[in-house]
């Protein structure tokens, strides 16, 4: 994604910390020096005296961290930089002067070489002044072997949030400077994280290199937060095989999971599934279920907290990283523990069974008492067959139109009906010889088989036409066209209730409204109804659309010779068929 509503570094950050402050009144804003912080640290009675602070920060483009972690049990105090930039030691100072803590101050920072050199030097400047302070470097990424006399670190990734929320927790509690210390120092140490991308994040305001891109088909592991490169680019592959490729590296007999952490089945796990900033909601949870079945099935792990969300982006980077923590006694309660930060997601109990629960509603029997309406078996179950046989050879026709005026579904939606129609014939699963209990039976199947709009709407003509037929059959429990015509109309009239669509809306009510109008006054005359529906969807082809996908479509598609309504020409079919059988 290279375009961006905020084309430029200039003010984003301040904006963003602003907006944050706004949706959240128990934090403040030094917007000159970049610092938010907890608006309760404000005054003589503040809680600097009586607690210790947790100070953290960096580049910004990571959000929520570090601002969105500022709140009651997480940090106290964050201090932003530029996109992608570390703040300076200055600033950093500042907000180390501004909020000293008897208690003392524990600051945490990721693995890059900016933050550690900036919170570095503001921690000396701080311990020189006589401030109580200790800094702790978090680095989590496993994307780069360790070797041997290598002075490369691990990078910091989303597993420095776990460190916020649990250091967090316990100075909310009361603990010791050097005890935060140790519980964050504990976190940071038994944390791994591999991530995986399909394309490099846009930072506003900067050009983008082609030849710095992902390539269409490609994905790239281990690909830094800042766009830097990862350890290794390959095909796109279907997520069980992504997934199985970073659990691999994270607990595979491998030099890349070994060097670091290793993890046993019966160590106590937290599942973080992080989203870098551009992936869909839909895929996380996808993401999120791939992991976990792997887990179980390859590993035997059963993750004994859960956290997906995002937590450490990369602005708009479409991926995600997997972090596992190995946690311990102490841990799980202060992981647990309640936060006010505004972009922490809370962690989740899985269940102890690593498969979903998965129930079947049994619902009781809600199928209306209906009468006999009696009908020639053969008659009926011809008109079906028909119909399917009919919607089977247009299919092709309406797809294409479908396909150019809206979202192309239209005839693959119809022929599942049919198709699913046709199976239930075949299985006498519709009584054909009470067409109130076979239209029943039918509006049913159309409601399984049938998605979209069209399937909604046939759904709830077909409903109404079944009370319709209850409410107008005779006595003698015959069919006449009369009782059917009547019916038609009246299940016409329930639909209008559900949609504004009427004729010259260039949708199938352009057939089926002058349809029914003309049975409704001749209920034998199907052959005179089929023509007046002819005419209707004929009158769809240079209609500009007024309902529907069709609708968003510029309008001169339907100039020149034009193109019928899908919709409407489905129906055409369905109308065609049935008149072929009954109206000869």
């Not at 079944?466 to 009246?490: F, H, M, W, Y």
């Not at 969807?537 to 100039?559: C, H, L, N, P």
Request: net charge negative.
């Amino acid at each position: 994604m290279s375009k961006s509503f905020v084309d430029n570094t200039s003010d984003v950050v301040v904006r963003s910390l602003r907006g944050i402050v706004r949706v959240t009144p128990s934090l403040a804003l030094d917007a000159t020096e970049k610092i938010i912080f907890r608006r309760d640290l404000l005054g003589p009675a503040g809680i600097a005296s009586t607690k210790v602070l947790l100070l953290s920060g960096g580049g910004s483009g990571h959000e929520p961290a570090h601002a969105g972690f500022v709140g009651e049990g997480m940090l106290d105090v964050a201090v932003a930089g530029n996109v992608f930039a570390s703040p300076s030691a200055s600033q950093i100072f500042k907000a180390l002067k501004a909020f000293p803590s008897e208690q003392g101050t524990l600051i945490i920072t990721k693995n890059y070489t900016g933050d550690a050199l900036s919170f570095g030097l503001a921690t000396e400047k701080a311990k020189a002044a006589g401030l109580k302070c200790k800094l702790l470097i978090v680095g989590d990424d496993i994307a780069i072997p360790r070797k041997p006399g290598s002075t490369v670190g691990r990078r910091g990734r989303a597993g420095v949030a776990l460190v916020h929320k649990i250091a967090g927790a316990a100075a909310a509690e009361g603990a010791s400077l050097e005890d935060v210390y140790s519980v964050a120092e504990s976190v940071a140490q038994n944390l791994a994280t591999i991530g995986v991308s399909l394309q490099r994040c846009h930072v506003p305001g900067r050009a983008i290199d082609p030849e710095d891109e992902i390539g269409a088909v490609e994905l790239e592991y281990g690909m830094g937060i800042h766009n830097e490169p990862g350890a290794q680019r390959a095909i796109i592959k279907p997520l069980d095989e992504v997934v199985k490729q970073l659990l691999m590296w994270l607990l595979g007999e491998n030099e890349r999971a070994q060097s670091f952490l290793q993890f046993a089945k019966t160590d106590e796990i937290a599942l973080t599934i992080n989203n870098l900033g551009g992936l869909s909601v839909l895929e996380l949870h996808a993401i999120l279920d791939e992991t976990m079945a792997q887990l179980s099935s390859d590993y035997g792990i059963t993750p004994k907290r859960l956290i997906r969300g995002t937590l450490v982006s990369s602005i708009n980077g479409v991926g995600f990283s997997i972090t596992l923590l190995k946690l311990n006694d102490r841990m799980i309660p202060l992981l647990d523990r309640v936060t006010d930060a505004p972009g922490w997601v809370p962690a989740t109990r899985p269940s102890e069974t690593t498969e979903p629960t998965d129930i079947q509603l049994c619902l009781p029997e809600a199928t209306p008492k209906l009468s006999s309406l009696k009908v020639d078996s053969a008659v009926f179950e011809a008109v079906l067959k028909e119909i399917t046989k009919s919607i089977t050879a247009d299919e092709p026709a309406i797809t294409h139109f479908d396909t150019i005026a809206g979202d192309g579904d239209c005839g693959r939606t119809l022929l599942a009906g049919a198709n699913a129609i046709a199976i239930a014939v075949e299985r006498g699963e519709i009584d054909t010889s009470n067409l109130l209990v076979g239209v029943h039976a039918i509006s049913n199947i159309v409601e399984a088989s049938m998605g979209g709009t069209s399937g909604a709407i046939y759904g709830i003509y077909l409903n109404s036409l079944v009370s319709s037929l209850n409410r107008t059959r005779d006595r003698t429990g015959d069919t006449t066209p009369v009782i059917i015509a009547a019916a038609g109309a009246q299940a016409l009239d329930e639909l209008f209730k559900y949609t504004q669509a009427r004729e010259g809306s260039r949708t199938m009510m352009d057939v089926l409204i002058p349809f029914i109008r003309v049975i409704s006054s001749n209920p034998r005359g199907l052959q005179e109804a089929l023509e007046a529906a002819k005419q209707g969807m004929e009158s769809t082809k240079k209609m500009v659309a007024s309902f529907g996908r069709a609708s968003y479509v510029d309008a001169g598609i339907f100039q020149e010779g034009g193109i019928p309504d899908a919709g409407a020409l489905g129906l055409l079919s369905i109308c065609s068929a049935l008149v072929r059988v009954i109206g000869a």
